[in-house]
């Protein structure tokens, strides 16, 4: 593709998105074992202004967050612009400055990886469509910057799209892929529509291990195929239970997910015990209080000890003076975030 060298700004916001069936471990090039699905936020998003002009200099990128120089994260942005030759053949003609900025604190258990490199990559497919004077259909478009954001972190090429979002190859699902993401969005039940997710936040220390480490664990993992083979059945049974609206099943799949995750960690070599005393007291109230009100509200949790307690709005008058009264004296603080399904990525007027 010949360019026209040319200068401008692009920016992007894109969500957070909380795995309800759980990608852990990966093979090639960022390619997962096992499909997953995850719910998009609405306000936990990240915001990325991308500049780019001719390239004069050597060290052809900055990056800013939240106002302040980033060099380890400028390292790994060099990195992936590297790796992006394939998609991108004008990159090396260009350089960039980048900031970005985060609605939700750091070490929330809000997967910022996922939010970042997905807005990332809208910028850089929006680029590509200014330099070359060529747009991309809506579908082709989005395509493309799920597989740039999967190269940046496997879980944001999910961040792309809003909703309930699928990525990895089955069967179940005709459009689903391992290169890329796809919206599940237009089949789902309407209980699911206007979902919750409370994030109980136990710690904000730095988790104890890396989500690239961890999937790196799996290579070698004792139960690995019995994992990959249980996220295929779970995988299936959630996309139905989507479309159903049954919220018993989908509390027990979705809980039943986050602690395999964890039962991994803590069986793999090294090991890894990344709940804490409150994590585990905090899920043995959450249960209680289900059973005893036959409230449909149900708990997942990422690589860390923080809690997405999930439910629909219409239980949202009891489910919050539950946490107020029941849970928040096991948070760090007292603090919790208020959020909800999202519909996706959003363009920003500069």
């Given at each position: 593709?010949?360019?026209?060298?040319?200068?401008?700004?692009?920016?992007?916001?894109?969500p957070?998105?909380?795995?309800?069936?759980?990608?852990?471990?990966?093979?090639?090039?960022?390619?997962?074992?096992?499909?997953?699905?995850?719910?998009?936020?609405?306000?936990?998003?990240?915001?990325?202004?991308?500049?780019?002009?001719?390239?004069?200099?050597?060290?052809?990128?900055?990056?800013?967050?939240?106002?302040?120089?980033?060099?380890?994260?400028?390292?790994?942005?060099?990195?992936?612009?590297?790796?992006?030759?394939?998609?991108?053949?004008?990159?090396?003609?260009?350089?960039?400055?980048?900031?970005?900025?985060?609605?939700?604190?750091?070490?929330?258990?809000?997967?910022?990886?996922?939010?970042a490199?997905?807005?990332?990559?809208?910028c850089?497919?929006?680029?590509?469509?200014?330099?070359?004077?060529k747009?991309?259909?809506?579908?082709?478009f989005?395509?493309?910057?799920?597989?740039?954001?999967?190269?940046?972190?496997?879980?944001?090429?999910?961040?792309?799209?809003?909703?309930?979002?699928?990525?990895?190859?089955?069967?179940?699902?005709?459009?689903?892929?391992?290169?890329?993401?796809?919206?599940?969005?237009?089949?789902?039940?309407?209980?699911?529509?206007?979902?919750q997710?409370?994030?109980?936040?136990?710690s904000?220390?730095?988790k104890?291990?890396?989500?690239?480490?961890?999937?790196?664990?799996?290579?070698?993992?004792?139960?690995?195929?019995?994992?990959?083979?249980q996220?295929?059945?779970?995988?299936?049974?959630?996309?139905?239970?989507?479309?159903?609206?049954?919220?018993?099943?989908?509390?027990?799949?979705?809980?039943?997910?986050?602690?395999?995750?964890?039962?991994?960690?803590?069986?793999?070599?090294?090991?890894?015990?990344?709940?804490?005393?409150?994590?585990?007291?905090?899920?043995?109230?959450?249960?209680?209080?289900?059973?005893?009100?036959?409230?449909?509200?149900?708990?997942?949790?990422?690589?860390?000890?923080?809690?997405?307690?999930?439910y629909?709005?219409?239980?949202?008058?009891?489910?919050?003076?539950?946490?107020?009264?029941?849970?928040?004296?096991?948070?760090?603080?007292?603090?919790?975030?208020?959020?909800?399904?999202?519909?996706?990525?959003?363009?920003?007027?500069?």
């Amino acid at each position: 593709m010949k360019t026209t060298i040319n200068s401008g700004s692009i920016g992007w916001e894109s969500p957070s998105n909380i795995a309800l069936i759980k990608y852990w471990g990966k093979k090639g090039n960022q390619l997962p074992c096992n499909p997953s699905i995850s719910m998009s936020l609405k306000n936990s998003l990240s915001r990325t202004l991308l500049h780019y002009e001719p390239k004069t200099k050597e060290n052809a990128l900055r990056f800013l967050f939240e106002g302040k120089r980033q060099v380890l994260f400028e390292q790994r942005i060099c990195k992936f612009f590297e790796s992006l030759s394939d998609q991108f053949n004008f990159l090396n003609d260009y350089q960039f400055s980048i900031s970005s900025e985060n609605t939700f604190p750091h070490s929330a258990g809000i997967a910022s990886s996922a939010s970042a490199m997905s807005s990332l990559a809208l910028c850089l497919c929006s680029m590509e469509e200014e330099i070359s004077g060529k747009q991309l259909s809506s579908d082709d478009f989005y395509k493309k910057a799920s597989l740039v954001a999967r190269l940046g972190s496997g879980s944001a090429s999910r961040s792309v799209y809003g909703g309930f979002v699928a990525w990895g190859e089955s069967p179940s699902f005709s459009k689903s892929s391992d290169e890329y993401a796809a919206s599940f969005s237009q089949y789902i039940h309407p209980v699911f529509q206007d979902f919750q997710d409370a994030i109980l936040l136990v710690s904000s220390k730095q988790k104890e291990v890396s989500s690239s480490v961890g999937h790196e664990l799996m290579k070698n993992h004792p139960y690995a195929m019995a994992r990959f083979s249980q996220a295929n059945v779970h995988f299936e049974r959630m996309l139905g239970v989507l479309r159903s609206g049954d919220l018993n099943d989908f509390i027990q799949i979705m809980e039943n997910e986050a602690l395999s995750l964890h039962g991994l960690m803590m069986n793999s070599t090294p090991s890894y015990t990344l709940l804490e005393p409150n994590t585990l007291e905090l899920i043995e109230r959450i249960r209680s209080f289900r059973s005893s009100n036959n409230i449909p509200v149900g708990f997942t949790l990422d690589a860390g000890p923080n809690i997405h307690l999930m439910y629909p709005k219409s239980v949202g008058e009891k489910v919050l003076p539950f946490i107020e009264s029941q849970l928040s004296h096991f948070l760090e603080d007292g603090r919790f975030i208020m959020d909800e399904k999202g519909d996706g990525p959003r363009k920003i007027k500069i």
